[in-house]
């Protein structure tokens, strides 16, 4: 397990770079431009914020900060420091525009603020969440910025996917790269944050892959866990359907994930945006699929997907660890009687169908449509292809 972090530090087994950052900060060397690349949910911003709390707290010893309990600290805490600008995507591309005249807030809104003299005095910190989101155009309005940022600015940007990021962005940010945790520190920090008994810690740690912003979101939203059981089943199950089973089961399967995203969103804070009947509707499924319902966003039907697409991976892989008898790195253990079921039937736990999951994937991430790519999928799954 992970050493316990200093005092005010909340990121949690990632020693490596919160020490490098904290030496960063006693020195009075810390970058003006940083890029926090790892896996989704590793834990980037939460770093991020530890740096920034650190950056605007007011204790006098340099290692003392963030000391949690001054003003600066708990503004930031509580996320209302005027100091701390945080940028997201949005709109129906989840992806960081450049802004300005557009309704979405993009790259020219945050570099205007950063150009004002900080409220609170001191530093200004501006952390870009999902930072490989910024389109093209966005990243080289944003690279003077990152060259010559205005005095006291620090800007951190977090990346899942750091390689969609241009060459001339990486150049002007110093690196920071997160790893994947171990499952005994993604136990430890559920049963700190979500107060999780050990089995189910245990349990949600696996299903995280490393990732304990994956497993605290699980932890959150008990409903997600089940849902993904039940993709996870109906998966196996379609293995052994015709094709036309195969096709309507994975446009199930895709509202099923809208689901599953939805209650996520719901137990991180975010808006709920579409119901599953209408990513039923979006499918072109469903009882109202032909009564003009409203159809869900490309992007919401993209990124539930994206989650099938992901629980299937999961799936694949352990299919193949059950064929060698490797059953201790399995991750759905609650699984495993079907699994071991399903091990060595043709089309499942194949290294050329992880291939074509990783392709549908990339697809998705580009202009695919989720159905086209899914369907594919559907028609080389199992036994009956």
């Known amino acids: 397990m992970a050493e316990a972090p200093p005092d005010g530090w909340r990121t949690r087994g990632q020693d490596g770079a919160r020490d ?23 834990g980037k911003t939460t770093l991020a914020l530890d740096l920034a709390a650190a950056l605007l ?68 910190v501006a952390i870009v969440e999902s930072a490989d989101r910024l389109t093209e155009d966005a990243q080289s309005a944003f690279l003077k910025t990152l060259e010559e940022p205005p005095r006291g600015v620090v800007i951190i940007l977090c990346a899942d996917e750091e390689d969609r990021l ?24 559920l049963g700190e944050h979500a107060g999780v008994d050990p089995p189910t810690a245990a349990r949600l740690a696996r299903l995280a892959a490393g990732r304990p912003g994956v497993a605290l979101a699980y932890a959150r939203a008990p409903e997600a866990v089940t849902i993904r059981a039940e993709i996870s089943r109906t998966l196996l199950d379609l293995a052994d359907r015709g094709r036309a089973s195969r096709l309507t089961g994975v446009r199930d399967l895709l509202a099923r994930a809208g689901d599953l995203v939805r209650s996520l969103d719901g137990a991180a804070g975010r808006p709920r945006k579409a119901t599953g009947k209408d990513a039923e509707a979006a499918s072109g499924d469903g009882p109202d699929a032909d009564a003009g ?19 299937w991976r999961d799936l694949v892989r352990d299919l193949a660890l059950v064929e060698r008898g490797e059953l201790r790195p399995v991750r759905e253990t609650d699984l495993l009687d079907e699994l071991e079921s399903a091990a060595g039937r043709p089309g499942t736990g194949s290294g050329a169908f992880l291939a074509r999951l990783a392709r ?26």
């Open 20 to 42: 490098a950052l904290r030496r960063a900060l006693v020195a009075g060397a810390v970058p003006h431009a940083l890029l926090l690349a790892g896996p989704a949910g590793s």
């Open 57 to 124: 707290c007011l204790a006098p010893d340099l290692a003392a900060r963030p000391c949690r309990t001054c003003r600066g600290c708990r503004m930031v805490e509580h996320g209302n420091h005027p100091d701390v600008h945080r940028l997201q995507p949005s709109g129906a591309g989840a992806a960081i525009g450049i802004g300005g005249s557009d309704r979405a807030t993009g790259v020219r809104d945050l570099v205007n603020e950063l150009a004002l003299l900080p409220i609170e005095g001191g530093a200004r």
């Open 166 to 189: 241009l060459p001339t962005i990486h150049s002007r940010c110093a690196r920071i790269r997160l790893g994947p945790l171990s499952t005994r520190t993604i136990e430890a920090i």
């Open 293 to 311: 319902a409203v159809r869900a966003p490309a992007a919401e039907r993209r990124r539930a997907a994206l989650v099938l697409v992901a629980i």
């Open 360 to 385: 549908a994937g990339e697809l998705l991430e580009g202009n695919v449509g989720p159905e086209l790519a899914l369907d594919v999928l559907a028609l080389a799954w199992g036994r009956a292809a």
